[in-house]
């Protein structure tokens, strides 16, 4: 079965870098476009960014855009979000995600791993 | 960016009813509109996709219905388990977009 395990949050002060991982299995990882979502404890959903299949091709939510940079290893089905000038706004539940089958870049979000909480605080 | 508007924000029913949940989008987004559901401490699980698709093992008490702006997530009959928050997403444009959500209570 699909599984997203995402890891790497912690607590880190504000204007220092953090770097998320999300590894996958169950599925060819190569052969979909991912995706990362955030969510505030207790709030709601933000998309924030999203990386095409062989990592060419990257779009970022304008909150981040210039801060953080989506990549990723097909060889080791490793997915991963860079985060530099860590913001206080930037404290949330960070999730990466799968695009629904037969989906491009603009998708539904089929599969979800747990999250890794990212805390930003001096 | 699109908008996505979600009411009501609560909504309190009692097992066995029916739900109904509104989502309305700032402009035209086709039939490109999924539903999440959200449990406690849980990542959000696709309900539907595309308005009215049901996503792989979703049960049939789900349903989704509109499109252009105006889209509805229908429960036919509340089970125990479908308290829960509900958000909606477009995929129509960048970036992607979410609604506010609507927790669904038990009155």
């Known amino acids: 079965q699909v599984q997203l395990v995402e890891s790497g949050g912690g607590v880190v002060q504000p204007g220092r870098p953090l770097r998320l991982s999300c590894a996958a299995s169950g599925f060819i990882f190569k052969n979909y476009i991912m995706h990362w979502v955030r969510q505030v404890p207790g709030k709601g959903l933000e998309w924030v960014a999203v990386?095409?299949?062989?990592?060419?091709?990257?779009y970022y939510a304008d909150s981040v855009k210039g801060r953080f940079t989506i990549s990723r290893d097909n060889f080791d089905n490793m997915l991963y979000l860079q985060m530099d000038s860590l913001r206080a706004e930037d404290t949330a539940l960070y999730y990466c995600?799968?695009?629904?089958?037969?989906?491009?870049?603009?998708?539904?979000?089929?599969?979800w791993g747990q999250g890794t909480l990212v805390t930003v605080s001096s | 960016e699109i908008v996505l508007t979600q009411s009501p924000a609560t909504l309190s029913l009692s097992p066995g009813d029916r739900a109904t949940l509104s989502c309305r989008a700032s402009q035209s987004i086709s039939s490109y509109l999924a539903w999440y559901q959200q449990k406690p401490g849980q990542a959000p699980r696709l309900l539907i996709y595309?308005?009215?698709n049901r996503a792989i093992g979703i049960p049939a008490r789900f349903s989704g219905s509109g499109s252009g702006t105006d889209f509805t997530l229908t429960i036919s009959s509340l089970e125990p388990e479908d308290f829960a928050v509900y958000y909606c997403q477009q995929r129509d444009d960048w970036p992607l977009t979410f609604g506010q959500g609507t927790r669904l209570d038990i009155k």
């Open positions: 990386i095409s299949y062989d990592g060419s091709n990257k």
């Open positions: 595309d308005a009215s």
């Open positions: 995600a799968r695009t629904r089958e037969g989906e491009a870049a603009a998708s539904s979000f089929q599969h």
